[in-house]
């Protein structure tokens, strides 16, 4: 089926799996690997935030509004000229600029519909009634040998196979999943769910870094994991990994966009585990506070402590502290921490920050 076919109207949960990704300047489509891509968009080679913020647009009309790809591709040229995108893979050529679109508008459209689709999968409701995933093998044209031995395998939704084999399982690849019901299992002429074939893994070797780790048989580098299934907190480690490797003006709107984020609402209600960034330091504050990471963190049990002592707090007034911390001059308290005074909605708060080997992290009181 063609890709227009399957995305021709708005897919609530794929707009939605997009949406919340961060705009990331990459130099290589694997600077971030597996389940990090289901929290950043990225585009090989496009570096400035600029850049891959239009381009992320582009691509979320494409999903909310059915856009073909070649209104992609006039997009597409609009944005390059407009930022004055220069040596992209592909350019100087009619070919080489269809391949490269086509690249981009496809991927994209198959992991997000991927991940709306495993959004629904696994709605409580929906596993209650149909527990099964049957794979289906989709592609008349170069099939993958490997894909089309798992047509038709049918497993428990939360069988370990499809951490590794939920499709796309490539670039190119139009396998998906499906779930079935015990119903659906009798009509297939299954008694039961199959047993999962053995897992069967190839040596793979990164060219440009020169690192090694074992992929699952017939299915590409990066594409080994569940599209949509990351858990947040581990996004967050991501983003935040990621974080200290870009500008500091750029990591500063990704933290915006995070703090703005319905996600952090989640971690905010204490629905999540894990950490939050919520500001980034500039270099003249890391000179003076020692650390190697700008980003400054407060963690779940910080922001529960918070929310107990302090009922009128709320999630907007952490969007205040990157502006509050920007001028901030931080001294050493009596415990060796390093302290500030900030203001917020007309409060001033204790910020002190504890520099770990992990990074740094933040509390805060009334003062």
């Not at 198959?110 to 596993?127: M, N």
């Not at 396998?175 to 009798?186: F, G, H, P």
């Not at 017939?218 to 983003?239: I, R």
Request: with cysteine; glycine share 6%.
């Amino acid at each position: 089926m063609a890709v227009k076919g399957v995305f021709g109207q708005k897919f609530n949960q794929q707009s939605d799996y997009f949406k919340q990704k961060l705009a990331i300047p990459s130099e290589r489509w694997d600077d971030i690997s597996r389940e990090q891509h289901d929290h950043g968009f990225i585009v090989a080679g496009a570096m400035k935030a600029d850049l891959v913020n239009d381009l992320k647009k582009a691509m979320q009309s494409v999903i909310d509004e059915g856009k073909s790809i070649q209104w992609f591709r006039q997009n597409f040229d609009q944005v390059v000229e407009k930022q004055g995108w220069k040596g992209w893979t592909g350019e100087g050529s009619k070919a080489g600029k269809a391949w490269r679109t086509e690249v981009i508008y496809t991927q994209n459209l198959k992991s997000s519909h991927a991940a709306g689709r495993y959004a629904q999968l696994t709605d409580p409701d929906v596993l209650a009634e149909r527990p099964y995933w049957r794979y289906l093998h989709r592609s008349v044209i170069n099939p993958r040998e490997e894909h089309a031995k798992w047509h038709n395998l049918v497993l428990p939704a939360d069988d370990p196979f499809w951490d590794e084999h939920y499709p796309p399982n490539g670039f190119g690849c139009n396998c998906i999943v499906e779930s079935c019901s015990e119903r659906d299992l009798k009509k297939l002429g299954k008694t039961g769910p199959d047993t999962a074939p053995a897992r069967k893994t190839q040596l793979y070797t990164d060219t440009n870094t020169g690192e090694q780790r074992l992929v699952p048989e017939g299915v590409m580098p990066g594409f080994d994991y569940t599209p949509g299934k990351s858990a947040t907190q581990n996004a967050l480690a991501a983003n935040k990994q990621k974080l200290n490797t870009l500008d500091s003006a750029i990591a500063r709107k990704n933290v915006e966009k995070l703090i703005n984020s319905d996600v952090f609402l989640s971690f905010y209600n204490g629905r999540l585990k894990g950490e939050w960034p919520v500001a980034v330091m500039n270099s003249k504050q890391m000179v003076e506070m020692a650390v190697k990471s700008p980003v400054l963190t407060l963690s779940r049990q910080s922001i529960m402590k918070l929310r107990t002592q302090y009922p009128d707090l709320s999630p907007s007034d952490f969007r205040q502290l990157q502006t509050q911390l920007d001028n901030a001059q931080w001294q050493q308290n009596s415990q060796g921490e390093r302290q500030t005074v900030v203001n917020i909605s007309g409060k001033s708060w204790n910020v002190r920050a504890k520099p770990t080997a992990s990074g740094t992290y933040i509390e805060m009181d009334q003062a």
